[in-house]
Nanobody, 124 residues
Framework: QVQLAESGGASVQAGGSLRLSCAGA????????MAWFRQDPGKAREGIGA????????NYADSAKGRFTISHDNTQKILYLQMNDLKPEDTATYYC?????????????????WGQGTQVTVSS
């Protein structure tokens, strides 16, 4: 069973940067794609970006383009989300997910394995 664990969440001021990490033992086994999602209480979970691991192809939500970057380290088995120019509306719990059913999608129902989330709070 692949387990995912996010880290790197923190409280920052608007305009700041954070890098989130998602580690998981054997996370690449059987999972072709991974993605980052976020959820604010009372709101639906939102897909931020996805990556096709073997090809390196990425897909970003409009809200993330230009500010967020997904990358991965196959050796260390870590997925990253670099977030720059953070805004108060980026405040949410951030989750990583893995799956193979529809790579690069930002639909949460296409991902089978999830981490517990890490909190990001951006103050103005």
């Amino acid at each position: 069973q692949v387990q995912l664990a996010e880290s790197g969440g923190a409280s920052v001021q608007a305009g700041g940067s954070l890098r989130l990490s998602c580690a998981g033992a054997r996370w690449t086994d059987g999972s072709k794609c991974m993605a980052w999602f976020r959820q604010d209480p009372g709101k639906a979970r939102e897909g931020i970006g996805a990556i096709y691991l073997s090809l390196g192809t990425k897909n970003y939500a409009d809200s993330a383009k230009g500010r967020f970057t997904i990358s991965h380290d196959n050796t260390q088995k870590i997925l990253y989300l670099q977030m720059n120019d953070l805004k108060p509306e980026d405040t949410a719990t951030y989750y990583c997910a893995a799956g193979s059913r529809l790579c690069l999608t930002l639909r949460e129902d296409k991902y089978d394995i999830w981490g517990q989330g890490t909190q990001v709070t951006v103050s103005s």
